[in-house]
């Protein structure tokens, strides 16, 4: 559960600012194995370099549930936020909480109020998204982390009204990629390695989204979980941004997958490969995005990762002067 809260602490500086309170509900866990359970994610934000498109994380605690926050707790988690004992005594259980920078809505929300079919999202606000999405996922690349949960859920936006235009037409001035719990770090060539058993069983935390993972990872873990032998995998995760910043502005822009069904339509059981060719990727109407654009994410989603843009190519055709990124939105 994510809460909207507020520092009471007499004295605080910023009495009036609010912050995302993130409660991980990992009960029934000492408090080290509770930092472990959810480690990933905090310690990712902590080593990683602010960027204006990463949400910023503030601090990490384990704490009691107290009847302050008791309340306001969905009913399974306040059912189970008291442990009461064979001698009939109860105490609070404790669970993590991580503080993180406040930040509007999500563009999922945003897109599904503002923009539900048969509306067509405005070019401009596709550019933006595109452009400060790609800069987030381009600091990742750089920093080699792969987020691999990527999807409209995970992306936070600010917005603002323009009073400028006649329509009064709502524009997204920021947005920011959360929730990295499903991240993993790469080495100098972008590539990560997990084990599958001689069974198919993957050793090891798999990606959050597999409808935004590129073809070649799933092949290489599909193809070693048929192998029937224990193995070490490496996945190379070096067009892995650009396929998944291909595949989120095709459901921006069409609001469906550029290739239906992805991954399991185009999965061979027999070999665990995937296979598909240009015929299979949507196509994008002109009133949607204009053609450059429409076949530029086209390239991007590409099943043959040589035929892929560079993210900065894919950013660019979208964001040519840079004009659209957070600094230069006022």
Same mark, same amino acid.
């Given at each position: 559960?994510? *809460? ?13 600012? !609010?912050?995302?309170?993130?409660? &991980? ?7 080290? !194995? *509770? ?20 949400? @910023?994380?503030? &601090? ?51 897109? *599904? ?12 606000? +596709?550019?933006?998204?595109?452009? !400060?999405? $790609? ?26 009204? #323009? ?10 001035? @920021? ?5 990295? %719990?499903?991240?993993?770090?790469? #080495?100098?060539?972008? @590539? ?7 069974? $198919? ?7 959050? #989204? ?11 873990? %599909?193809? *070693?979980?048929?192998?029937? !032998? ?11 941004? +650009? ?5 989120? $502005?095709?459901?921006?822009?069409? $609001? &469906? ?10 999965? /061979? @059981?027999?070999? %665990?490969?995937?296979?598909? %060719? ?16 429409? /076949? ?20 660019? &055709? ?13």
């Amino acid at each position: 559960m994510v *809460a909207l809260v507020a520092c009471t602490t007499p004295g605080f500086l910023w009495p009036d600012k !609010q912050y995302a309170l993130k409660v &991980c509900f990992n009960f029934e866990l000492d408090t080290n !194995q *509770a930092r472990n359970a959810y480690i990933n994610e905090f310690i990712e934000l902590v080593k990683l370099p602010s960027h204006p498109n990463i949400i @910023r994380f503030l &601090c990490e605690f384990v704490d009691e549930i107290h009847n302050n926050i008791r309340a306001h707790l969905p009913t399974f988690a306040r059912e189970n936020a008291i442990k009461t004992h064979r001698d009939g005594t109860q105490t609070n259980r404790k669970t993590q909480f991580f503080v993180l920078e406040h930040v509007e809505m999500s563009l999922s929300r945003l897109l *599904a109020s503002r923009f539900a079919a048969p509306s067509i999202v405005p070019r401009r606000m +596709v550019a933006t998204i595109m452009s !400060q999405v $790609g800069s987030g996922l381009r600091h990742l690349d750089r920093h080699r982390l792969a987020h691999r949960d990527l999807k409209t859920n995970n992306i936070m936006v600010e917005t603002r009204i #323009n009073d400028s235009s006649t329509t009064h037409e709502i524009e997204i001035t @920021r947005c920011v990629l959360i929730d990295f %719990g499903t991240s993993c770090r790469l #080495n100098e060539r972008m @590539r990560a390695t997990t084990f599958v058993s001689d069974t $198919g069983v993957i050793l090891g935390a798999h990606w959050g #989204n597999a409808s935004h993972i590129a073809p070649e990872l799933h092949t290489a873990l %599909g193809s *070693a979980q048929r192998a029937e !032998q224990r193995q070490e995998v490496e996945l190379d995760y070096s067009r892995q941004s +650009v396929f998944e910043l291909g595949a989120l $502005g095709f459901e921006i822009v069409n $609001g &469906c997958h550029p290739v239906s069904e992805y991954p399991f339509s185009v999965t /061979s @059981r027999a070999t %665990g490969r995937i296979e598909y %060719g240009d015929d299979d990727i949507a196509q994008i109407s002109a009133d949607r995005l204009g053609s450059e654009q429409a /076949s530029m994410l086209r390239r991007a989603v590409s099943c043959d990762a040589s035929r892929r843009p560079s993210l900065d190519e894919l950013i660019r &055709c979208f964001d040519e002067t840079g004009e659209l990124g957070v600094d230069n939105i006022v």
